[in-house]
């Protein structure tokens, strides 16, 4: 008799990895702090204190799973923070003269500083190492490198000048490429974002307006400009084909752009009390707006309806948003 045998396989284990992407929060407070929210809740996940004389969080970006959170100080300080247990890593440390880093961003594996100096300075930071590889200075009369954005393999930054200007630098030699200046009137570049191939820059004028640039010649393509009582452009984000620009009024506000033609398609009026927006971002197909209130406070925005979705309230001391970022761990 002939024996049959048969070699049984297990089924094939599936692993799944979930993503959960958090906001985070930086404050007007000595020293800075930085608080993790989760998104569908609004809730407090944890926060990061920083070390004695890190104070005012001016800025945070996020990169290869850290989040980085830049200071009010001279020489300016950036700081790079574990998101899981909101513990400090490591801390950067500019050259003398390089003080309060306005602006991060982040390119190809680096890190980028801005800061608000005569003239603009910006910082290459190894994430690694938390070492500088380059500083960009910029042309005299550049001054106040207080908005950072990256597209096509370029850094772009914002001065807060009158006008405005914005500059394309190289980050491989960190020399500059070319400079836009705005039209007149169009004064204080303080916010920039990137959407289908183009940079976008907010200004701080009443009212506040936004222009679309063409970042290989560095030109004018339009003008976004706002409806009366919508001043105070501080920053900008994409989400979903469309900008978003906030304001600095009572209670604030942000409109939803076409960028195609530059017009406004709708806007997002905070409750009362929600003051004076200073902090923009995007995630998971929602818009997040910060306050300039104490205790600080920011909103989930829906923004095919441009309508509120829920509050973050800060804890008591926790004053004052300046910045936002987001990251999926």
Known sequence: MKANFYIVCPSPVTTTTTTVSYVFAGYVTSPGRVDKINPPTMTLVKTFTAPSGHNIVLSLTSLSGYVFAGYYTNPGRVDKINPSTM?????FTPPSGHNLAAALTCLSGYLFAGYGTNPGHVDKIDPSTMSLVKTFTAPSGHNLAVALTTLSGYVFVGYATVPGRADKISPSTMSLVKTFTAPSGHNYATGLTTLSGYVFVGYATS???????????????KTFTAPSGHKFVHALTSLSGYVFTDYDTSPGRVDKISPSTMSIVKTFTAPSGHNNVYGLTSISGYVFAGYNTNPGHVDKINPSTMSLVKTFTA???HTFVRSLTTLAI
């Open 87 to 91: 513990s400090l890593v490591k801390t």
């Open 207 to 221: 009212p506040g307006r936004v222009d679309k640039i063409n970042p290989s010649t560095m030109s004018l393509v």
């Open 315 to 317: 804890p008591p001391g």
